[in-house]
């Protein structure tokens, strides 16, 4: 026997219904692969690793975490998994194969969505807050890790319909349990979403009115103009009407003064142009209108109407606080005497 037909008959010796010619092709196909996938990934990880240090994108720091994930024996099995396909191997042992790979490539597209979940709560739920944003994540990588589990065993050829219709009715009777805590929970999502108000914002919420402290997963915490902190379910918030005073760019202010019958007319044509002027004299206000509103029972009775270009309430009294001394202070320069209630008796003489 020549050393060709030799060598030739040792490598179509079969072990295990392949040739040691197939397990040398397979063998050198695994470590081609394994070069080539580390370089790739080497080059790949130090491409972004270099962007990243060059840019201020957070996405490219998310980028890089993905990568980072994919670890050196994932790409050892991958190549093997590859590798393996050249080679006659029981179907057992495929399956087997086959499901550890799925199984790897469903955790680590988990762990990768995980990520994308932190980076998006992290960057576009800054005003939300964490105890918020801690609970959102924790339901949603909760759903994502169900979501996996459920896809892993039904990969595996379990089946899960049943298994589905039993998590659907335990749902449903969990929900109807904690139906009050998850309204809460979806109204904070809302407020959230739709921000009738946010932290600092002065509201009116029916009978309670203050600053906006903390707008929790159930409740949203008020500081009331006396001091006290005032709870409110995030339910309640939801189907109320609420008062936002910080929207407020411009603030309207009437109010209505009197003056006694004894003012002669041409006093009256004055006064609406007196209030204009003291008006229109103090900064941050704009004058609407002024008029002789009608005669009431003891005054004539003048109505005013201006505007304060600013949403704060402190300023808005000192303002107005001014504009009333001054109106006081013109009219008793005037002598025009402000009305207060007053009541005047005739007598009548009957001669008898």
């Not at 998006?120 to 339901?139: F, G």
């Not at 739709?194 to 600092?200: I, K, S, Y």
């Amino acid at each position: 026997m020549n050393m060709p037909t030799f060598l030739n008959d040792v490598l179509n010796y079969a072990i295990w219904n392949n040739s040691i010619r197939g397990y040398i092709f397979s063998i050198i196909f695994f470590i081609v692969l394994l070069l080539i996938f580390s370089v790739l990934r080497k080059f790949i990880f130090k491409r972004i690793e270099s962007i990243v240090l060059k840019t201020k994108n957070e996405f490219d720091d998310l980028l890089l975490k993905v990568v980072q994930i994919i670890k050196f024996p994932f790409v050892i099995y991958l190549s093997l998994f590859i590798a393996l396909r050249f080679l006659s191997i029981s179907p057992k042992l495929q399956r087997l194969l086959d499901s550890i790979l799925i199984i790897w490539i469903i955790y680590l597209a988990i762990i990768s969505i995980q990520i994308l979940i932190d980076y998006v709560l992290r960057v576009k739920a800054t005003k939300l807050p964490k105890t918020t944003t801690e609970l959102i994540s924790k339901i949603l990588k909760g759903t994502l890790w169900g979501l996996g589990i459920l896809m892993i065993l039904s990969n595996l050829g379990i089946n899960i319909n049943s298994l589905i219709a039993g998590l659907g009715i335990g749902g449903i009777a969990a929900a109807l349990a904690i139906q009050n805590i998850l309204g809460d929970l979806f109204s904070s999502f809302a407020i959230y979403l739709d921000r009738p108000f946010e932290l600092g914002d002065f509201i009116i919420v029916g009978e309670e009115l203050g600053t906006v402290e903390k707008i929790g997963v159930k409740t949203t915490r008020i500081k009331s103009l006396w001091g006290e902190e005032v709870v409110i379910s995030n339910r309640e918030l939801t189907s109320v009407r609420i008062h936002n005073y910080k929207k407020m760019e411009t603030r309207r202010v009437a109010f209505s003064f009197g003056v006694t019958y004894q003012t002669t007319v041409e006093q009256l044509k004055v006064i609406p142009q007196i209030v204009r002027d003291i008006i229109e004299s103090v900064e941050l206000t704009r004058f609407d209108r002024a008029n002789f509103h009608k005669f009431g029972d003891f005054a004539l009775l003048f109505e005013v109407v201006y505007y304060v270009v600013s949403p704060d309430y402190n300023l808005y009294m000192d303002i107005n606080e001014k504009i009333h001394l001054k109106i006081k202070e013109e009219l008793e320069a005037r002598n025009i005497s402000m009305a207060y209630p007053t009541q005047t008796i005739y007598l009548e003489k009957i001669n008898k």
